[in-house]
């Protein structure tokens, strides 16, 4: 048997019935394959060209969605559905870490200070993903600049790239929607 | 806040945050005075510090590790100054205490050494000493340990910790193995091939569970497998090359090969040309493995090797089947028959992960491991498919443009060395000269003179280089990528304008180009050039050189490449006159063969005889009369006259090859095998059949020893031994052989080969024999025609076809016709004579 697919499974399983540790060891794989599939991505030339999600990401996602398929028509379904997804999968881990905390496993590293967001201040991404919701519903666009800029990673002109908007525009957008979403997370 | 308001504020704040901050306008005066909107603004502005760092970063490893940490510093044991002085026991390294030294190796040193503080653990604590930014190695450390501490799996040695020594070296911490080195485990435990085979698989399934977490451990080797005394192999390394290596987000165009921390014995093709590494080139490391674990040998002989000669053997190089390497290994114990069987799946597998372009090989090192399973099980495996040449011949071909361009980097770069460094020695030798002896005075100045031009001539040759690849930068003019094509192109323009006055160095260059082009396929172009260089040759060094007469070879080795074969001729002669006068017997000697070479190719069979027999005496005076060259000549002699039907000569001369082959190499070696079969030939046309059946049996089952089964050798020696079975009557056994060896030259020749007509031409009187009579005449019909069309009407496997077409017609009672054939043939025979 081949062991990591099984592994990979198991994972998954563990995953499922609720087991934090078995995410944390298939997210940085998660983590890379949508990264690659990102990449690949923004290196294909043009419309038309449709990509094809790894076995993995597949799986997972079928997990999360429950959808049957996963299928894109262009490169902005495609970057929209990689954003959710990295972004589904941060805010299930810290979900299930906050359980489990809750659990009262002492022995677990701090679990609040893993999961702090980077920046100076305090923010955690159940906050911030609850904060997100908020910014979707008035300006979705901007809320889905945040999402490929943080989850994703992608740079200024990637996203200028995979919007169709100008990097002046990006950059105008992701730093007032840093503005909104501090205030939101602090104010609430 | 709705949708518009928030535009608006968005927009407020993009007047407040652009231009010059003494330009903007008070947030009140920007909100015309809203009281809302102003507070809306002041709230949000508040958070514009929190703002520049807040998801500034990446979530996912704050997510999956806490934060890298320096080294703490502590200790206070004496310190090393680097890598390579071995640090005393006692010597703390991050949480580390040395105990003692482990290993010395190219990235670094290794040590035994247990944590410090509370947990008691044994650790290998690897120091890398590799002159590469710390920085640039810990950040990647920190990007990949997450991985590499979660590859979990009993085979693989565990990555526990990373960080900078006092020294600011980074430093690996792993799981501390005790065991040897894989391949030094088999030979002392005295393995047998099924145990050999099973810890391979064993190895191959870690590798494969790392992948599957895409981690490509890019440095696979004995020394990375360490088998401990309960017989566990354990990788050790894994992902370790990766953080050594140069960043590739790097343009990779301009790193120099051999950058990559790599072990180049078991470094896949794209691993040696800087192409990108994938899970692939760990599986070629795999083939080198099982090469070295079942043949006991390394592929290919690279100790002392250059870069490019490695480039050429790497990928270009075949390397000898493991089966034929096999003789030497200590642990066949299960009998020769068993092990022949054995051989040939371990070559298909070996081959198959050793190909030479990434997708030629397993897909995975789980595929591969599946295959060694299934050969275990006695199942056909999936590897038999490919052949050593056609794999070679594939890399090559899609890759001619990135080794012709390095063969010429690498080509020129040495000229240009080689010339510099002439240059100062010989000015270097005129001062001394001129300081010595004043009465020397005026040869110092000539010397100096000398060693002027030399550096001169560097000079030229390498600002031509820098210049030719300046206009191959597409940055440099803004336009598009240019082609290797107008490279050179552009090369062999600059050559005839600016040096002209250079004809050494123009000699060189032209050559050295007519290579390149040779390489690329563009043989006119590669000949003019060839042509040039040699013209320039003569005009600097005279007409009596070795190097023309080395060039004179290349050429005409080119132009009988390109079918043209009296240039070639022409050539070779002038290069033998050369030689002649220069009294060099040996390379005389090599140049007479090339010239029987082309002569037998044109049908001249006398002529080609004569050369032989020249080429014979001057080797038996260089080597004396035992030699295996002498044996060599007498082989190719022998064949030649039994080609052109003069079989006693024959007979006598291949039996003193026979006779020198085996005592100089002993009964089983491939030169005493061929001239066996010759011989058996021979005798089988001089109708001594039981003499024959002998030597051809013999021929027949060394080779299947040698080569397994499926191997076009093993089938030229069945379909000869089968023609002598049929002129025995005993066609079972004729009709036995035969199926084998069409099967297996049908598989690897496809049609129109001499070797797939002869054996079917044999076929054909097979069908004959067993009274499928119409079948058969086709077969032999087709088969003398493709040999007349492929060997000329004069060859002996021509001759022999007809002979039996002809045999066959006349027991049908239609000598009619086989006399009409046979004088056809005679005229075309003549006419063949007088080309």
Known sequence: MPPTKSEVTRL???????DTDALGRLMPLIVRDLRNMAGKQLAAEG????????????????????????????????????????????????????????????????????????GRGNVQVLDLDLALRGLTEIDPRQARIVELRFFVGLSVEEVSAVEGISRTTVKREWHTAKLWLLRQIHGS | ?????????????????????????????????????????????????????????????????????????????????????????????????????????????????????????????????????????????????????????????RLLDGGSTDQALPFFAMEFVEGQPIDRYCDDHGLSIEERLGLFRQVCEAVHFAHQSLVVHRDIKPSNILVTDEGVPKLLDFGIAKILAPDPSLPSGTT???????????????????????????????????????????????????????????????????????????????????????????????????????????????????????????????????????????????????????????????????????AVEERGRAELERSRAEAARSQAVDERAEADRSRLRAERVSSFLEELFEAADPDADGAAAVSAREILDRGRLKISQDLADQPEVRAELSGTLGTVYNNLGLYAEARELKEEGLRWRKEADGTDRPELAIDLNNLARLLYDLGDYSASEQRLHEALAIWRRLGDDGETATTLRNLAAVAIDRGRHAEALELHREALELSRGLYGPDHPKVAESLYNLGVLHFTSGSLDPAERLLRQALDIHVRARGPEHTRVVSALGSLGRVLHARGRLDEAGDYLSRALAQRRRLLGDGHPHVARAEASLAALRLDEGDTDAAGELLRRALATLRRVYGSDNWRLA??????????????????????????????????????????????????????????????????????????????
């Open chain 1, 12 to 18: 998954l399983d563990r995953w499922s019935a609720g």
């Open chain 1, 47 to 118: 419309p038309g060209h449709t990509l094809q999600p790894t076995a993995l990401v597949n799986e997972v996602y079928l997990r999360l969605a429950g959808r049957r398929t996963v299928q894109w028509d262009n490169r902005q379904q495609f970057f929209a559905f990689v954003a959710g997804m990295m972004r589904r999968v941060l805010v299930d881990h810290a979900r299930r870490q906050r359980a489990e905390k809750r659990g009262g496993d002492a022995v677990k590293m701090p679990l609040d200070e893993a999961f702090r967001l980077p």
């Open chain 2, 1 to 157: 806040m709705n949708p518009d308001r928030w535009r608006g504020v968005k927009e407020i704040l993009g007047i407040l945050t652009s231009g010059p901050p003494e330009e903007r306008p008070s947030v009140a005066d920007a909100c015309g005075g809203d009281p809302t909107l102003i507070r809306d603004v002041e709230e949000l502005l508040a958070y514009g510090h929190e703002a520049e760092t807040f998801l500034e970063g990446n979530p996912w490893e704050s997510a999956s590790g806490e934060a890298p940490k320096g080294d703490d510093g502590a200790g206070v044991a004496p310190r090393a100054d680097g890598p390579n002085d071995t640090l005393p026991p006692g010597h703390r390294v991050g949480a580390y205490r040395i105990e003692r030294l482990l290993d010395r190796g190219g990235m670094g040193v290794v040590y035994l050494a247990r944590r410090a503080d509370d947990f008691d653990q044994r650790v290998a604590l690897k120091l890398v000493d590799f002159h590469l930014h710390t920085g640039d190695i810990l950040d990647r450390f920190y990007r990949e340990r997450q991985i590499l501490a979660d590859l979990e799996h009993p085979n693989i040695a």
């Open chain 2, 256 to 422: 120099m090969p051999g950058r990559r921390p790599m072990t180049p014995g078991y470094a896949s093709p794209e691993q040696l040309l800087d192409e990108p590494i994938t899970t692939a080139s760990d599986v070629y490391a795999l083939g080198v493995l099982l090469y070295r674990l079942m043949s006991g040998e390394a592929p290919y002989r690279l100790q002392g090797a250059s870069f490019l000669k490695m480039v050429e053997l790497i990928c270009h190089g075949e390397p000898p089947r493991p089966s034929t390497v096999v003789r030497r290994f200590p642990a066949v114990e299960d009998g020769p028959r068993r092990w022949r069987k054995l051989a040939g799946d371990i070559d298909g597998i070996v081959l198959k992960a050793m190909g030479k372009e990434p997708r030629q090989r397993y897909a995975s090192a789980l595929q591969l491991s599946e295959d060694v399973d299934r050969h275990l099980k006695g199942l056909p495996i999936a590897a038999r498919e490919g052949t050593w040449w056609y794999v070679a011949g594939k890399f090559a071909r899609r890759h001619t443009l990135a080794l012709a361009m390095l063969g010429v980097i690498v080509g020129f770069a040495v000229a240009a060395t080689v010339l510099w460094r002439q």
């Open chain 2, 758 to 835: 002869d054996a079917e031409s044999v076929w054909g009187e097979y069908l004959n024999a067993v009274g499928r009579v119409d079948e058969g005449e086709r077969y032999l019909f087709s088969s003398y025609r493709d040999l007349t069309r492929i060997k000329g009407p004069n060859d002996v496997y021509t001759r022999s076809a007809l002979n039996r077409l002809v045999h066959a017609l006349e027991g049908a009672g239609r000598s009619a016709e086989a006399e009409e054939l046979q004088a056809a043939h005679r005229s075309a025979e003549e006419q063949g004579k007088g080309d």
